[in-house]
Nanobody, 120 residues
Framework: QVQLVESGGGLVQPGGSLRLSCAAS????????MGWYRQAPGKERELVAH???????NYADSVKGRFTVSRDNAKNTGSLQMNMLKSEDTAVYYC??????????????WGQGTRVTVSS
């Protein structure tokens, strides 16, 4: 039994900041890539950022320089620090992780989603 629980969404004014957190729990042997996705109204879900277990990071062009993704392998947690938020960042954000309960059994897991609204 593995689950991802994310938190930290809310309402923020343009230019403000939010920090999203994602905690994995259950029978975890290891966690591979962790990522953050978002889905805005009327749009498809898109990758925001991802980070490997070794710390390699990729960002969507739209968030480079504003968002920072991180993880704590010892705690099985991940975070997305969002700065200089824009109205176009408004979306439901989802945490994603590849998790293995035993060696070589990675499977995808998704958080429940947390809503971020950027508006004045």
């Amino acid at each position: 039994q593995v689950q991802l629980v994310e938190s930290g969404g809310g309402l923020v004014q343009p230019g403000g900041s939010l920090r999203l957190s994602c905690a994995a729990s259950g029978n975890i042997f290891s966690i591979g890539v962790m990522g953050w996705y978002r889905q805005a109204p009327g749009k498809e879900r898109e990758l925001v950022a991802h980070i490997t277990s070794g710390g390699s990071i990729n960002y969507a062009d739209s968030v480079k320089g504003r968002f920072t993704v991180s993880r704590d392998n010892a705690k099985n947690t991940g975070s997305l620090q969002m700065n200089m938020l824009k109205s176009e960042d408004t979306a439901v954000y989802y945490c994603y992780a590849q998790i293995s309960s035993v060696r070589n059994t990675y499977a995808p897991y998704w958080g429940q989603g947390t809503r971020v609204t950027v508006s004045s």
